[in-house]
């Protein structure tokens, strides 16, 4: 179930992100992502199913949430994985697992991305990291086409002056939901 | 960053974040009349619902008359897709599900990668009403967000407004005086930003292919001769008189250099290609190496 705090009278457009049937096939990496490190967000010995559907959920509170009763929030919850069983006895396959959430809030677009890491179906660390639009990002993501745009440097945003920015960094909801499921998918 | 005006009205839509600035607030007869149009996009075009009439058209073949908006859309595909030899096209959906784009987000390829039929084979389109022999995957994702944007903004003109910014994230257009400065942001990074475009009236639609990417080398601008991702061209900004032509175009800068865009379009661009930003010489604004 996508959860979303929309107010009654804006439409949230979002596909349900379903739950594919456990098969064979490894889950793909999820493409570079950025590089984190741990903030101490409470995460030691939850479920990761838990966590994994209420990181999302805590990623907005972390950040203030919208106020402004026509501002939709988008969060990108994941959906719980009915599977479980798989051959190691677990029911997450260790490993990183990220997604980046994005939603409206007062002071305009903004998206965190969230890592956590999985051992024996134990998050033992997460990190939420917030990035503002117009303030400073923490990290420089590299580009799974290799560092490509890497070599671009450009400007800070602080050192123009704009009214708006063009890019791909609001990216879509539904989107967002589907990779959050994804990782609950790696059980399969 | 400063706002040129005084209202926003921010809604989702089609998957995406809207914004909408006005001096004034938008009333509510014409918020109303923004809500249809865009449900009657989404009711024909989109990929994500089964009762749309695109994923009709998937299902059964049959002779389909389209919208009034189908034939500047298709019109522009055609033109565009003879340009890119192929490339850019419309019929690319069941590549896109092949991959793992599909009305699922499975985001997992199901097999290797296919090729979209031919248009010459699959579709035939006279401006009114679409023939199809066989059920086939129509995906407007290249230029159908550009094209509400300017409908959403023709309905706001329609209900009296006179001065806006239709913002879909990436896809913009904006009507009124003076110029507005809008960043053109790093695909690598969403603090920076690559160069500042000048716009007073007309479009800025801007396309990468950092943001749906799901796994190494797997995005959604694909090459439609193959049914795989594009890998060269990064990060593509365009700026026309209308938003669809401007998405359109800044799809297609992904499979064509800047030569093969035909003239009578009109557009100037930035693009992230090769690992070098190249700009059209009259693009408005600057460029920041």
Redesign the interface.
Known sequence: MIDSN?STD??????T??T?QPGT?R?????SRRVLTATGAAAVGLSAVGLLAGCAAGAAETVAPPAAS???S?TAAATPSATGGAATGTMFVDGTYSA?G?Y?SPN??E?VTVTVTVEHDVVTAVEVVG?A?????KQ??????S???????????DE????????????????N???DA?QVEAAA | ????HGAR?????????WEIETPDPIDPEARATV?ERIDAY?ATWSR??DDSLVARIAREPGAWTLAAEAGPLLELYRMLYAATDGRMSPLVGASLDRLGYD???????SGPPIAAPRWEDAIAWDGRTLQAPRPVAIDIGAAGKGQLVDLVLDALVAAGVEEA?V?A??D?RRIGGGI??????????????????ELSTGA????????????????HVLDATTGIPV?RV??T?VVAGTAMVADAVATALFHVDPERIPPELGIEYVR?A????EHSAGFPGEV??
């Open positions: 929309a804006e439409r949230i457009e979002m596909p992100a379903t594919t096939d889950p793909t990496t999820l493409g026509e501002t939709a988008n980046d994005d409206q305009g677009a998206s990035h639009t117009g303030g400073n990002s420089f993501q590299t580009q799974f086409a560092g490509i745009a890497a070599e671009v440097v450009g400007k800070p945003l123009v002056e704009v009214s708006r920015v063009a890019g791909s960094s609001l990216t879509s909801g539904g989107f939901a589907a990779i994804i | 960053m400063t706002r040129e009205w921010r809604f989702e839509a089609i998957g995406t974040a809500r989404d994500f619902r009305a699922a987000l499975r985001l997992r390829p910014v913002d994230s990436g913009l507005a400065r809008i960043g053109l942001e790093h695909p690598g990074d969403p603090s920076r930003v690559v160069g500042v475009a800025l639609c801007a396309s990468a292919v950092n943001r749906r990417a799901w796994g190494d080398g797997l995005h890998d990064v990060a900004w992230i090769g690992g070098r930003l920041f190496a």
